[in-house]
Nanobody, 125 residues
Framework: QAQLVESGGGSVQAGGSLSLSCAAS???????MGWFRQAPGKEREGVAAIYPGGSTDYADFVKGRFTISQDNAKNTLFLQMNSLKPEDTAMYYCAADTLGYCRIGSLTASRYNYWGQGTQVTVSS
């Protein structure tokens, strides 16, 4: 059973940067991992995902601005967010897929079976 703990959220002005981290523990199987976000009144949406081999997927609205990466030795997932916009304001969640379903939809929330508690990102104009 995996446990995920996010950190690094906060408030920033438009054009600024934030870096999120997700510490993973409790699972010996290396999962596909992803970042999702949910703004008030909106559905949870996929932001970025990284496969066990290191390849990545990004939502169109973050391509060129966000970078997902991982430190395998420390079981930590990262999301570097640059050129932030007010519309990036949301609760950001780390997720892990230990069953392999992410290969048929890495940015689809239902593919993931473990979730962190979320970290708030607020971007002001």
């Amino acid at each position: 059973q995996a446990q995920l703990v996010e950190s690094g959220g906060g408030s920033v002005q438009a054009g600024g940067s934030l870096s999120l981290s997700c510490a993973a523990s409790g699972s010996t199987y290396k999962p596909c991992m992803g970042w999702f976000r949910q703004a008030p009144g909106k559905e949870r949406e996929g932001v970025a995902a990284i496969y066990p081999g290191g390849s990545t997927d990004y939502a169109d609205f973050v391509k060129g601005r966000f970078t997902i990466s991982q430190d395998n030795a420390k079981n930590t997932l990262f999301l570097q967010m640059n050129s932030l916009k007010p519309e990036d304001t949301a609760m950001y969640y780390c997720a892990a897929d230990t069953l392999g379903y992410c290969r048929i939809g890495s940015l689809t929330a239902s593919r993931y079976n473990y979730w962190g508690q979320g970290t708030q990102v607020t971007v002001s104009s």
